[in-house]
């Protein structure tokens, strides 16, 4: 079994050709054809740059046009890229390197084709050497926005959470607050509790450019349901070589794209899956998704997911397609509150991963998914320690571990999150009271309404009196659907202008959010550092 350093190497050496092996037999054209134009005029030099010239202009084209094929991203952003990587490597190359390769080869072999060839490959040993440095510092600089080496964040004077330090926040409602402190916290207690290799954070989760800087800059690795998320993580200088893609149905233009981007492992639960796979992806490799059993807070099991016989099938499939038969995953549901669910998981696959070990394939990956749970209404949940001593107790009585990744999302950015909105307006009906919010079910708090209001928000108002009453908190919109909580505790006397916190907000918020009625959606803000009072 290869490890995740050799995988990770594996995939990029990938990434790599794809992405040069085309803009290189262009630039060969180029560097042939434009020499061959400027050798009529006797001038060995004026042949080497002229070549050389032709090379930079027909491989840079072609790197171009693909990128702005493959990304979301303005060209400002595919420009900046280019520069990052291949600048440095550039100037050498283009003024001192490939002109003297060309020239000297030209002028050894006499013979100006073969002489351009040869100073070609010569110079493209260096340009090579230079361009993998620089592309290397360029995806830290993207990722951290700074070339200083990061340091360990120093605890807030004050809690940047706590109502008292909202109240003197001035922007408009509705805002989202991420304290970044709070999950590089959560990452590396839930990486040392599960005991597995590697997080993916599943991107879907909230996948704001700053929170995912952060991971990244952590160690944290990524997993995404489509290729825009992927091309968002690009964008920050991550290497896609990385990224799990575990959406088990994708789009086929999607898995074209990723796998060009360096993507390379890719979830299935399909035969008509493994056949996109196979046509777009050639070669990758794919685990199956496979069906658990059991309730969680906010159920996502039903849709995805096959039984064991199907997914020894879908594996041995793979191998017969000319894909890498590579592991299993399964998702115990969202917010999941039952400690064994993961272990009873992954005991179950006991007897599948024997099957396959006799039939030949030896698993490289086992996901275990998701739905970590977060803190709601004072809800403490199970201890991650304890999930994390039941996944190590069910993987050794594997008959091997494979490398074992999870997927938290909600655990990892849910209580680091608080949704500041403001109410609009109160009412009596029916001997209740009725808090209408600028932040509803569809505009950030669409969890309220996907669990019929069972996930209860820890709240709490900018009054903070002793005496308190109850309320249905309310979204803006005028869907009768759009209600946060019911018979909610906050501060007797609420009126309208008055701040509502919503806390545990930080997952599945502002990702679902739209602006359905023309309410705004919540921006997503970060704290800045606040002096303590007094």
């Not at 490890?3 to 990770?8: K, Q, T, V, Y």
Request: proline share 6%; charged share 20%; aromatic share 8%.
């Amino acid at each position: 079994m290869l490890g995740a350093g050799a995988l990770g190497t594996r995939g990029k050496a990938r990434e790599w050709l794809r992405r040069y092996v085309p803009a290189e037999a262009a630039a060969i054209v180029g560097a042939v054809s434009a020499g061959l134009i400027v050798s009529g005029s006797g001038q060995p030099a004026a042949t080497a740059y002229a070549a050389a010239i032709g090379e930079s202009l027909a491989f840079y084209a072609v790197i171009l046009l693909r990128d702005r094929a493959d990304s979301h991203s303005g060209w400002w952003l595919t420009l900046r890229r280019l520069v990052l990587e291949f600048g440095p490597a550039e100037l050498l190359d283009t003024f001192a390197v490939r002109p003297l390769t060309i020239y000297l080869a030209t002028g050894v072999v006499g013979n100006v084709v073969a002489g351009v060839v040869l100073g070609k490959v010569a110079a493209d040993i260096v340009f090579y050497a230079v361009a993998i440095v620089g592309y290397e510092a360029g995806k830290a600089l993207t990722a951290t926005g700074t070339t200083a080496p990061a340091r360990e964040p120093e605890p807030p004077a004050v809690d940047p959470l706590e109502p008292a330090a909202l109240d003197r926040l001035p922007h408009p409602t509705p805002f989202l607050l991420m304290d970044l402190a709070r999950v590089e916290a959560a990452y590396r207690s839930l990486l040392a509790a599960l005991g597995v290799d590697a997080l993916h954070y599943a991107v879907k989760c909230n996948p704001d450019p700053r929170l995912l800087r952060g991971l990244a800059d952590w160690g944290c690795r990524f997993e995404v349901a489509s290729y825009a998320e992927l091309d968002l993580l690009r964008g920050l200088g991550i290497d896609s070589a990385d990224v799990l893609y575990s959406n088990p149905v994708k789009p086929a233009e999607h898995v074209r794209r990723a796998y060009a981007a360096g993507c390379w492992r890719f979830a299935a639960d399909s035969s008509a899956e493994l056949a996109k796979v196979a046509d777009h992806a050639p070669g990758a490799a794919v685990y199956v998704r496979t069906r658990t059993a059991g309730a969680s807070t906010v159920p996502s099991e039903g849709k995805f997911g096959v039984d064991h016989d199907r997914a020894y099938a879908l594996l041995l499939e793979a191998r017969e397609r000319g894909l890498r038969p590579y592991g299993l995953t399964f998702h115990v549901g969202s917010q999941m509150t039952r400690p064994s669910a993961w272990a009873d998981a992954i005991r179950d696959l006991d007897g599948l991963m024997r099957r396959l070990l006799g039939a030949g394939v030896r698993l490289e990956l086992l996901d275990i998914g998701g739905g970590f749970p977060a803190r709601y209404d004072d809800s403490a949940g199970p201890s991650t320690s304890e999930c994390g001593r039941l996944i190590g107790e069910a993987v050794a009585g594997l008959p091997y571990r494979p490398s074992l990744v999870a997927e938290p999302g909600r655990g990892l950015v849910a209580e680091a999150g608080v949704i500041v909105s403001t109410v609009i307006g109160t009412a009596e009906r029916a001997g209740a009271t009725w808090l209408h919010l600028d932040v509803g079910a569809f505009n950030g708090m669409m969890e309220a309404l996907e669990t019929r209001n069972a996930l209860r928000f820890p709240l709490s108002d900018s009054r903070r009196a002793a005496v308190q009453a109850r309320y249905h908190v309310t979204g803006p919109s005028c869907d009768s659907q759009d209600t946060i909580l019911f018979d909610a505790s906050l501060s007797a006397g609420i009126v309208a202008g008055d701040r509502i916190y919503l806390g545990t907000a930080g997952a599945y918020t502002t990702a679902y959010a739209s602006a359905f009625n023309g309410f705004d959606v919540p921006v997503t803000r970060y704290p800045e550092p606040v002096a303590p009072s007094g």
